[in-house]
Every structure is written in C-alpha cells, then in structure tokens.
C-alpha cells in the first residue's frame, strides 16, 4: 500500500474522509445532486445571485468584451478598466476612501495579515477565526496569539503581556472574522476597536459571511457597528453573497496604495478574471437597488431558526443565516448529512480541521431565494432525523457557548492576570487552557518552514516570480 493511500484510509478510518459531490446545474435554492433533486442548506450564495439572470449575462457580456482572463498580475500586465471600477463601487458601498481586488477571499487574508505583520510583530486572532486567517498569521512570521472565542477581556491580558505597538519594536495586529463561518456568531467589533486603539494595534476584520445580511442596505458587520472609516482594513469575499469569486480590502487611500506595494498574494497572482468582476458588480447594483432581498435573507434565516427551535434545538431567535446543529462526533456527523440527503436536504458535515475536534456539525445556511416552506420542511426533517439515529436535538449547543455558561476553569484568574504565561498556540488548534497557558515559543506558535519574511526591496529589485 503507498503512503499516500494509507493516509487516506486513516482519514477514513477517523471519519474525516473527504469527497467532492457532483451537482448538476446552476448554484440554486434547490439542486441536482449526483442525479437527485434535492434543497440546498449548506451554500454561501446567501443572497442567490449566483445564478440571478443579469449576474450571468453581465459575466457573458465582460467575456466577450474583455475576454476571460486577466493575463497576470496587475502590477506586472497592467490592471484592466473593471477592476477599477468595481474597486470603486465597493469603496463607495463601503463607505471607505479606497479599495482593492484580491483573487479570492482566501488570498485576501494571506496577502493582508502577511503585509500588516512578520518577524518581530504579534497577531491576535480570534481562536474560531477562518482558515485563511489562520494561513495568513502562519505565514506571516509573526508571533501569533489566539485569544478566546470573542473575549475581549482575555485579547485586552494578551495585549498588556506583549510590547511592540506602532511606534515601539513591533507592529502589533488584531484580526477577527466578523460574522465567524462556522457558528454564525458575530465578533464585539466595537470594543475590539476600543481596544485596537488603547494597544496602539491595528485592526483587520473580515466581512465574509456578513456582507448581503448584517447592516444598513447589507453592508456588513462593521457598518451595523457604525465603525465604517474606522476599521484599518476590512475584507470581503465576492464569492459568497456577491455570488461571483475573488475578494476586496477596503481601507484609507495611504493603506491600498501600501498593500498594492506589499502584499505578496497580489503582487504574485493573476487579476480577477473580468467575467467574475462583471457578475460582482451586476451583484453589487442588485443588492443596491433590490435590498428587499436582504430582508428575504434575515426572515429566511429566522424561519430556519425557528423551525429548529421548534424541534428542541438550542437555537437562539436572531437573523444570523448560519445555523451549526452541532453533532460531535464525526461519524455521528456524516451520518446526519447522509440520511439528510436521502431525505431530499443537504446540508455539508463539518468536521475538523475545519471545526475543533469534538464539534463537527452541520453548518445549515438560508439564502433569500429559498421558501419560508422549504426551511420550515428541513427544519421538522432535522429534528426527525437527529432522534433517529440517536442524538437528543437539545444537547446540540455550539462549544463556546457552553463555555460562556460554565465556570470558569480553577486557577485561570491567577493565571490569566499575574503569572507570565503567553497563550500563543498553533493556531487552528483546539484552545486548551490547560496546555496552552504555558509559555510557547515563538517558533512552534509560528508552524513549520514559514517562508522567508518580505523584503520589499529583495522582491520588487529582483523583478522574480511575478505571476
Ligand atoms: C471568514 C472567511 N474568510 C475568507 C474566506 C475565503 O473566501 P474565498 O472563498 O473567497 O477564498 C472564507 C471562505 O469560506 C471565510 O469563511
């Protein structure tokens, strides 16, 4: 047997094998999924424009105007007139002086936090920030510290622990998903700004999954905390409720033309292709002008909620379109999803390392193109299905929010505000209080082989490696 096939049977064997699942047809409410119809619960396209009729013709008209793709960097065969100006659209949107394109949300987070933070900086980061998140601190060569899920208190002891700041040896940057992908819960952006700025941090929060929901017109988390200009830089996706692919960083003026300079995901990758910035701005103009579909995504999200609370699930009443039925176990997990598809719903096991061991789920989102019918259904269905196969709905409670109800682990306020320990881990690993409150290197906090650290002088002299 080859290395690599006995890896995989070991991911089997843990339940966290992974396939890729064939549908048929466009991103709808509803899908062909390996040749059977059935109601899409687990899909970003949160506002259904992915395959909204002008999203698509905008796409086909920039292919046959601008051609399919953008032929390299923009800094290397120049950036081509819609980008600019769906830049534009996105700054005005966003209330924010400027903008720029990344090629996906993914490369976003890689190229800021890697920009704003390296050797000799510290990053704090929310310890259920996304993956990419998580990439981009890794990369960076920064000391990274995690700090508990939404614990602003615990951020505050972390930041007096470590020196640095703007005008001292290092650069210090705090970085937070603001509506987090897994749990549908939202970070206390207005005192993490409060404290952005007692620190002398900077702040970066990622708009992924609250643009198209949150906010005045579903502008996002940072406007409905009425912190548009003063967030250093927010960053969206264009894949998920924009319905299209690539991502955004708006900031001030001074800070784009710094990560246009600096950050290595734009400088070394091909520009967004001009059919995917089309079909955004075809999403940005619908969301503009038809916010009515936002309304549609907040009710449809509490109808979800509701129909699941109705079931016995610990879901609380709020508009928030991501719903986690937390399962568990990762057997236990597929096992649910699996029967769920039988059953015409599907809804995509999370399993780690997407979510910390113990806490696979499935992660239920609403779109504004679904029907109140279609998500009360699914809602009965789960409830029905999770008693099936044995699991009791009430006990399915997000982790952090059975931490918040528990007392507190004994010794963790001696150790949270006298002894020395940093609480830097791997990041993406399960918090543990326990193991993690010990002082770590900076080295293990940093991963393995990280990449030499950015020397923009190096990099732009040689002229090398532009994509
Ligand atoms: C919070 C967050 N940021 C970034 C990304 C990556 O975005 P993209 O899919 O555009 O790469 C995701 C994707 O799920 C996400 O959930």
């Not at 050797?119 to 980061?125: L, N, P, V, Y």
């Not at 079931?311 to 986690?324: D, R």
Request: net charge negative.
């Amino acid at each position: 047997m080859s290395e690599i096939e006995a890896r995989l049977q070991e991911l089997e064997r843990l339940g966290l094998g992974r396939r890729l699942r064939l549908i048929s047809g466009p991103q709808g409410p509803t899908v062909l999924l390996e040749g059977k119809p059935v109601l899409l619960l687990c899909s970003n396209n949160y506002l259904g424009l992915a395959d909204h009729p002008r999203v698509r013709e905008a796409a086909a008209d920039a292919a046959m105007r601008w051609g399919v793709g953008a032929g390299a960097s923009r800094l290397v065969s120049g950036t081509m007139t819609i980008h600019g100006r769906l830049e534009e659209r996105l700054a005005a949107f966003k209330r924010s002086e400027a903008c720029v394109l990344f090629g996906s949300g993914y490369l976003a987070n890689l190229g800021v936090i890697g920009a704003l933070a390296g050797s000799g900086d510290a990053i704090f980061s929310d310890e259920l920030n996304h993956a990419s998140i998580v990439d981009g601190c890794r990369l960076s060569r920064a000391e990274v510290i995690v700090y508990r899920h939404r614990d602003v208190e615990h951020l505050e002891w972390s930041l007096r622990r470590h020196g640095g700041g703007r005008d001292g040896q290092g650069r210090r940057l705090i970085v937070t998903d603001s509506v987090f992908s897994m749990d549908g819960d939202v970070a206390p952006l207005a005192q993490l700004a409060d404290v952005a700025d007692a620190y002398d941090a900077r702040l970066v929060v990622d708009e992924a999954h609250a643009l198209g929901n949150l906010g005045p017109d579903g502008r996002g988390a940072v406007a409905e905390a009425g912190l548009e200009g003063e967030v250093d830089v927010v960053i969206g996706t264009l894949g998920k409720a924009l319905g299209s692919y690539g991502a955004y960083a708006c900031a001030s003026a001074e800070m784009v033309r710094y990560l246009i300079n600096t950050a290595r995901s734009l400088i070394f990758s091909t520009a967004p292709s001009p059919p995917a910035v089309a079909g955004a701005l075809a999403a940005l103009d619908l969301l503009r002008e038809r916010p009515h579909r936002v309304q549609r995504l907040r009710s449809n999200a509490r109808a979800l909620r509701r129909a699941l609370a109705a079931q016995g699930f610990p879901i609380p009443e709020s508009e928030m379109q991501i719903v986690p039925l937390i399962v568990g176990e990762e057997r236990a997990a597929l096992r649910l999803c699996q029967e769920a598809i039988e059953h015409g719903v599907f809804a995509q096991a999370i399993r780690p390392p997407t979510v910390p061991s113990g806490t696979s789920r499935l992660r239920l989102t609403a779109m504004a193109s679904h029907t109140a019918s279609e998500l009360r259904m699914a809602g009965e269905l789960f409830g029905k299905l999770a008693r099936r196969i044995g699991l009791d709905p009430a006990s399915m409670v997000p982790p952090h929010s059975e931490r918040e109800a528990a007392p507190e682990p004994a010794g963790f306020e001696a150790e949270r505000f006298e002894g020395e320990p940093v609480l830097a881990r791997r990041p993406g690993a399960p918090f543990d209080l326990e193991r993690e409150g010990r002082p770590v290197p900076a080295a293990a906090a940093a991963q393995t082989a990280p990449p030499a650290p950015f020397d923009l002088e190096r990099e732009l002299s040689s002229g090398a490696r532009a994509a």
